[in-house]
């Protein structure tokens, strides 16, 4: 027990504990031991939090030149890129993401909160050709307030900053809530806020429970917007919570995203996208693409490659410079994954690779890649969320059916297509309902590109030019350059 770390909440610029003293235990997925334990915040820690948020977006943080704020954006930048490793290392032994991924994505992720400084000048009013000679009427954009950002467990540096750099560039202040599950990297990404010298109480970070923590701060009166990445049945809470306090609400949620081959595709890149699109991250990412369609011509060609390759994926542990697949961070996901696959295969699934939990560690939940032959895609691998390594796949004959077949999904939020013909692959992104198409490859970020999906994958867009104004309200204001008194003050128009 002497080993275990013990880290605190982030609130107003201080390192505290939650009010009641309760903690949360965290587990290392390599091994299912407990390594650290965080605050358990309640409601009163909660008010704190937005309470010192709301303080700081008065008295500081919305009345600073977007300039003065760009620089903080972009001294965040250099401390991912300086501690990188640091953060990619502690957020590898709380989630079980490979290190070499991990690390990587935080030196990127640094893009981000540069990208957002150099529009947080950039967002523009307008002046509005109004039908009344004697006014002039002007709209300017100008800060929401104090902003929930709730973040999941996986790629929590990309999903946090996709919330907090548009949100403080345009002058609002945040509290971030980190997932019960691995809330470590944040506090640690805490450290690197507070050695910017950012005025107190603009960014804070806590840790507890869905109930009564995520509750509590998304009915708060003070918070104006809610920024959610997680699932949808949670989605649904929050929507239903946000009636209390009328925030602005954008959701980005899972996805059982479809990807097409065609008979003409180069097989290679297809094999290599295919695989970091379901197996990368161990599948545990909102984008999988867990749901595969072969052209007939190229099915059992194309399936024998996938297997081969599947099999040769080196599972083992997550800080491994040779590891391609890491654990599972939660035995819940692993049961869920096991229920689905035997009532995949009860209703005549066929599994071709994988299948079973992997016995190389009788601690972490380790499963392998795994692929399963479905007749259709109403059998339950095919078509619920897994966020594991489990790819199901099926036969299309033409392109109107493999469109049909991609579109009838609850989901919206990615999709891939992989052709050499370009006018094909035009027609088929463009009848795809999902927020995102990878077109020849998949599974990649940028800060320019939106982000975000349809249907039960949620609403709203992250990243991108436009997310910034997502995080401002748009003031109307009329001049009256008439010296006359008002005509009438008893009509309006």
Known sequence: ????????????????????????????????????????????????????????????????????????????????????????????????????????????????????????????????????????????????????????????????????????????????????????????????????????????????????????????????????????????????????????????????????????????????????GIFGASGQSCIAGSRLYLHENIYEEFLNKLVEKAKKIKLGGPMEPNTQMGPLNSYKQLETIEKNIKATIDQGGKVRCGGERSSISNKGYYFPATIIECENHNLPVAENELFGPILSVMKFKTEDEVIKLMNDNKYGLSSGVYTSNLARSMRVSKSIRAGIVFVNTYRLISPVAPFGGIKDSGYGKEAGIESIKDYTRIKTTWYNSSDKPMADPFTMG
Request: glycine letters at 6%; aromatic letters at 6%.
């Open 1 to 276: 027990m002497s080993d275990i770390q013990h880290f605190k909440m982030f609130i107003n610029g201080e390192w505290v504990e939650s009010s009641s003293n309760k903690k949360i235990e965290t587990l290392n997925p390599e091994n299912n031991e407990v390594w650290a334990t965080v605050p358990e915040a309640n409601e009163k820690d909660v008010d704190n939090a937005v309470q010192s948020a709301q303080k700081a977006f008065e008295n500081s943080w919305s009345t600073l030149h977007p300039k003065e704020r760009a620089k903080y954006l972009k001294l965040i930048a250099e401390q991912l890129r300086s501690n990188a490793e640091h953060l990619g290392k502690i957020e590898t032994i709380d989630t079980g993401k490979l290190y070499r991924e991990t690390k990587t994505q935080a030196n990127y992720i640094a893009e981000y909160y540069d990208y957002f400084a150099g529009l947080a000048d950039k967002v523009e009013g307008t002046v509005v050709p109004i039908d009344k000679p004697d006014m002039q009427v002007t709209t300017t954009r100008i800060p929401i307030g104090v902003v929930a950002a709730i973040i999941p467990w996986n790629s929590q540096m990309l999903l946090t900053a996709v919330k907090l750099a548009p949100a403080l560039a345009m002058g609002n202040t945040v509290v971030i809530k980190a997932s019960e599950l691995a809330p470590v990297t944040l506090l640690e990404f805490a450290k690197l806020i507070e050695k910017t010298g950012i005025p107190k109480g603009v960014v804070n970070v806590i840790t507890g429970l869905g109930e009564p923590c995520g509750k509590a701060l998304t009915t708060h009166d003070l918070v104006e917007r809610i920024a959610f990445t997680g699932g949808p049945d949670t989605a649904r809470h929050i929507v239903k919570n946000s009636s209390e306090n009328l925030s602005q609400v954008s959701l980005e949620l899972g996805g059982k995203s479809p990807v097409a081959v065609f008979e003409d595709a180069d097989q290679e890149n297809a094999l290599n996208g295919i695989t970091a």
